[in-house]
Structure formats: C-alpha cells, structure tokens
C-alpha cells in the first residue's frame, strides 16, 4: 500500500513539474491540439489547417483575415447547443450572427421539457483558431438541483475549445462559480 501511494506522490509530482515546464516555454493548448492531430476534424470543417497557419515572433499560431473569414462563413448560422444537467438527447439551439460592425454574436439556449431548467448564452464571439471560439458576454444556467435551484449568471470571456474527434465547441470554464460541480457547456458544429 505504502509503495503505491510513494509511487502516485511520484507520478503527479513528475505531471506537474511536466506541466509547469511547458507553461514556462509559452505552452499554447491550440498548437498542442493541432500538431498532435487532434484538431485534424475540426481543421476539415472549418477549412483552415496547420499548414495553412503561419507562427508569429513567440512561435505561436496566428490567423490571417482570410482564415478567419473562412472559419466564420462555417459558424454563422443556427448550431445545436447542450447542457448536460438538462438533456444531451434533445438540444437547444445558438445563432451565429453578424451585426453591422462585422462582429460575430452568439444568442440562444436549451430548455427542459421536464422542469423549468435552462441554459442561455449571449454574447459576441471571437475566433482564436479553428479549435478555438471565445464568447465576452453572459451565460447562465439553471438546474433544480444546483444551486438550490436558483440560477448561476456567468458574465465576462469564455473559452470554448473542441478537443480530440469531438464536433463540439466545449465551455472550458465548466466549474460552477456558485456550486460544487462541473457545467459541460457544448456548442456543436
């Protein structure tokens, strides 16, 4: 027992030394995400690869107008969305528009059909990469069983990443501010 407890103490003390060197050397989870091919679907979808992608001076990543563009003529439009407490079987729906500065703005939810939990998000977008959207604005969800079933009002910028072979757009900031839990806010493509 005793040698497997000396040996998780190692492991994690190694992960998280790992963790930290890679901070140090400007890690960038978007690079990561799309030399390991991970990103392989989503660059297919939203037509923009590593290829096509040019490193700025700190080696990271960057997006021209055009790729950006590109990227954006594939989010506008209606996309399903999801909470989890609420149903991953019956969606809601977000809307990708463009108002008359060019800017992109994601409005829509999901709503129960069992209870009057929701989840809303309003706000405008940014494109980070083909892996990555940005959301400034505010988001809230409502379950009858968290928070005492009041709802939680998030309001500033949230990351949402797609990872692996997912077709989904995921909130990275799921910890819920208001309960001890995890909100798995998903945007699909």
């Known amino acids: 027992m005793r040698r497997a407890i000396v040996s998780i103490i190692v492991f994690l003390s190694a992960f998280a030394g790992r963790n930290l060197h890679a901070q140090d050397k400007g890690y960038d989870p978007t690079v990561f995400a799309l030399e390991s091919g ?3 679907l989503a660059a297919e979808y939203f037509g923009v690869t590593l290829a096509d992608l040019e ?3 700190n080696g990271r990543y960057v997006l021209t ?3 950006k563009e590109t990227i ?8 399903p969305c999801s909470l989890q407490w609420i149903s991953w079987k019956r969606f809601g729906s977000v809307t990708f528009t463009e108002d008359t500065d060019g800017r992109i703005l994601c409005r829509g939810g999901q709503k129960s059909d069992e209870n009057d939990d929701y989840l809303t998000i309003d706000g405008y977008v940014t494109i980070v ?3 990555h959207i940005q959301i400034t604005g505010t988001i809230v969800t409502k379950v009858h069983h968290i928070n005492n079933g009041k709802p939680v009002t998030r309001k500033g910028t949230y990351n949402f990443t797609i990872a692996g072979a997912r077709k989904y757009w995921r909130m990275r900031e799921m ?3 208001s309960d001890d839990c995890a909100d798995y806010v998903d945007i699909y493509f």
């Open 129 to 131: 990469s083909p892996l």
């Open 175 to 177: 910890n819920n501010p």
């Open 65 to 67: 107008d055009e790729q």
């Open 72 to 79: 954006k003529e594939h989010i506008l439009g209606d996309h």
């Open 38 to 40: 991970r990103g392989k």
């Open 55 to 57: 490193k700025d001076k």
